[in-house]
């Protein structure tokens, strides 16, 4: 594939992410196994510094690019993982949240699962879109104003804004496979029959469609 025609999808990085909740969206964008077209898009990791960083489950992760270098016109999309300091120490994830707003802003896609809905809740940026989180409470102690656009389901896609909660990480990446077009809708059936569901059958229909 021409490199000129490769999509960019940024990845947040930080201190104690959450690695189950981006497990299968960052690690299928990367494949291309069953794209429309393989090799279009790239994932490259953003942090708050250069620093290397410790996930939840204890891999090391070198960020490629600082916070400050990201801009919305060389991104496909942004994707904000959980991470226990969105509720610890949310100031220090205020520059991720206000960054997820820009983006927006600009018409790039975001996509916040877990503990970054609620770095979201705060910078206003559910106010007036539907979204999901892990659960209504865990919104409203944020002391958001979007409690009614709230939606009791495993992900939410609203006006280029892709919410989840932690519980559902396969979801989470179906919407974002569909946002970034990632494979055709018999495809992206049959990967999540696959994942999800545990549909065997559903192997062979995306052998079949390769």
């Keep these: 594939m021409n490199t000129e025609s490769r999509k960019t999808v940024h990845l947040a990085v930080y201190e104690g992410l959450a690695d189950w909740e981006i497990g299968h969206a960052v690690s299928t964008i990367r494949s291309g196994e069953w794209q429309r077209s393989p090799g279009r898009h790239d994932v490259v990791t953003v942090g708050l510094s250069g620093a290397p960083v410790t996930t939840m489950g204890g891999i090391t992760v070198l960020p490629d690019l600082t916070l400050p270098q990201l ?5 496909a999309m942004l994707i904000l993982p959980g991470a226990g300091s969105w509720d610890t120490d949310p100031e220090s994830m205020t520059s991720f949240a206000s960054a997820a707003g820009i983006f927006l802003d600009s018409g790039v896609p975001v996509a916040a699962i877990c503990g970054a809905t609620a770095g979201l809740a705060r910078e206003g940026l559910l106010d ?31 006006d280029g804004l892709i919410t989840a909660g932690s519980t559902a990480p396969i979801e989470f990446a179906r919407e974002i496979f569909a946002q970034l077009d990632l494979f055709t809708p018999r495809t992206l059936d049959a990967w999540y029959r696959l994942h999800a569901q545990h549909d065997a059958g559903a192997y062979f229909a995306l052998t079949e469609g390769s």
């Design 71 to 75: 801009k919305p016109s060389s991104s």
């Design 128 to 158: 007036y879109r539907d979204h999901t989180s892990s659960a209504p409470e865990y919104l409203l102690a944020t002391g958001y104003t979007g409690a009614g656009r709230y939606r009791n389901a495993l992900a939410v896609t609203d």
